[in-house]
């Protein structure tokens, strides 16, 4: 019973196998695992580059993870992008880990398929017998439950615990509750002022969503953006995300000829294809220039697929909007791939910034950061601005863009136009 595609067991040669040796354990034969790998963006994969690369890519992760299991472990395709693994003999569960540590390592090396490269991620849930199940069933349905969790925490692997059935279970209505939310416009929309460090006054601002929970409150994006991202809510939320920045800047980009809004693009959205046709219809249905908005991505997330992000980066800005890198600094971008992209700005992550005037080490990130952005004629950016003082530094070190508590933080755009009635960042600004 072999996968026609990979060779790998099919489904019912995996259950037929995870029911055999659950049946025939003894006490001393050690523990079993089973393992769910769930790869993530296949469908993308195939639809920007061809079934028969997604193909090939399928049996080349099949041919990894058979190289590195031991003759007496089974690896099995149960889905277009589902794979599961029955380690037999173990003795606990860091013996699972370490193999799922191995997996995850194996993805680091990227695919190299006729003149492409794609890296791919993946989730993995794990569940032991005898204690995470009676029997192969509840051991398969509990492994699917650890997979939910490492999906919705964006974790590479996940083990088993009386807790994930609960947080499935949490997960599952919050994706329901998101969806009505975006539907239901109980997302709101912050902006944190930017100012320009050198002439100091306000110069744009970066868009942040909310989501005010009937029952919980206000919940940060951090806890659903990554929800958003694993259950296809991502392109929904950004585009309406877009919209109502659009709508809500329109006094600001009025007040001043020069006046930018940053809205922050998720990784997921690097592969939508039309995300630039996207754009464009709502710069039009809101009457705004594209030379007004900029988007920010993130460095890791350019670095997963650096082809695709290319060609989406370069569509973005032949319409004339600009790009930034977020969080830059903590990924690994080389400086040969930096000069190629189609950058704007770069933004400093807020952890070097925040720590700089204590911190000799990050004083000295933040400082080639800024001479290094210079060298590319990139504007710069420093967020986590929380003190004078480092705005002082930060001044002397010739930083373009400042944002930070010390400045202000995220508002409502009622709060914030009200801000602007009273700071002195704004008031020192030519109106149009
Ligand atoms: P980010 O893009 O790095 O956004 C900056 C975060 O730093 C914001 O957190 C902001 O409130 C916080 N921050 C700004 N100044 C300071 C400061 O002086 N001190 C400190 N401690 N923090 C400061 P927030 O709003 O909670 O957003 C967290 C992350 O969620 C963002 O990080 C971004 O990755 C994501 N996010 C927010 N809004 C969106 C969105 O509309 N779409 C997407 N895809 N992601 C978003
Ligand atoms: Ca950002
Ligand atoms: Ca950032």
Redesign the pocket.
């Known amino acids: 019973m072999l996968d026609d595609l990979t060779r790998l067991s099919s489904r019912k040669g995996f259950f037929a196998q995870l029911e055999k040796q659950v049946c025939s354990l003894s006490a001393d034969s050690g523990k079993i695992a089973c393992l769910i790998i769930n790869i993530h963006e296949l469908k993308k994969i195939n639809s920007s580059f061809g079934y028969d690369i997604g193909d090939t890519l399928l049996i080349e992760f099949s041919q990894r993870i058979r190289g590195m299991l031991r003759a007496m472990d089974t690896a099995a395709r149960i889905g277009d992008s589902k794979f599961a693994l029955i380690l037999s003999a173990i003795m606990n569960s860091g013996h699972a880990t370490l193999a799922a540590n191995k997996i995850l390592t194996l993805l680091d090396e990227p695919f190299r398929i006729n003149d492409k490269q794609i890296l791919i991620n993946a989730s993995m849930g794990i569940a032991l017998f005898p204690e995470h199940g009676e029997d192969a069933q509840s051991l398969f349905q509990n492994t699917e439950a650890a997979l939910d969790q490492a999906k919705s925490a964006g974790s590479g692997y996940h083990i088993y615990n009386q807790n994930s059935d609960t947080i499935t279970r949490q997960n599952h209505i919050l994706t329901k509750e998101l969806k009505d939310a975006i539907d239901g416009d109980e997302l709101l929309?912050?902006y944190?002022p930017q100012i320009s460090i050198p002439q100091q006054h306000l110069t744009s601002a970066?868009?942040?969503?909310?989501w005010q929970h009937p029952h919980t409150g206000l919940i940060?994006?951090?806890r659903f953006?990554t929800l958003?991202e694993n259950c296809g809510l991502?392109t929904p939320?950004?585009i309406w995300?877009i919209n109502t920045t659009l709508r809500h800047c329109k006094p600001c980009f009025d007040q001043w000829q020069d006046y930018r809004v940053s809205?922050?693009?998720?990784a997921a959205?690097l592969h939508e294809t039309d995300l630039a046709d996207i754009i464009q219809q709502s710069l039009r249905i809101w009457g705004v220039e594209a030379n007004r908005l900029m988007l920010?991505v993130?460095e890791s997330a350019m670095m997963r697929d650096p082809d695709k992000s290319m060609e989406t980066l370069s569509k973005l800005n032949s319409i004339g909007v600009a790009i930034s890198i977020?969080?830059f600094g903590t990924g690994h971008s080389s400086l040969a791939y930096l000069k190629q992209l189609p950058v704007n700005e770069i933004?400093i992550?807020?952890s070097f910034?925040?720590n700089m005037t204590e911190n000799e080490d990050d004083r000295k990130i933040v400082r080639s950061v800024i001479d290094l952005g210079h060298t590319f004629d990139l504007q710069v950016v420093a967020?986590?601005?929380?003190s004078k003082q480092i705005l002082t530094e930060l001044r002397k070190m010739g930083c373009d863009i400042g944002?930070?508590?010390?400045i202000s933080?995220?508002l409502p755009m009622d709060e914030m136009l009200q801000w602007i009635n009273s700071t002195s960042w704004a008031s020192n600004r030519q109106r149009i």
């Open positions: 929309m912050h944190q970066e868009a942040l969503v909310r940060p994006p951090d953006i958003a991502i939320l950004t995300t809205i922050n693009l998720s959205l920010e993130t977020d969080d933004k992550d807020k910034v925040m967020e986590g601005i929380e944002q930070g508590y010390f933080r995220p």
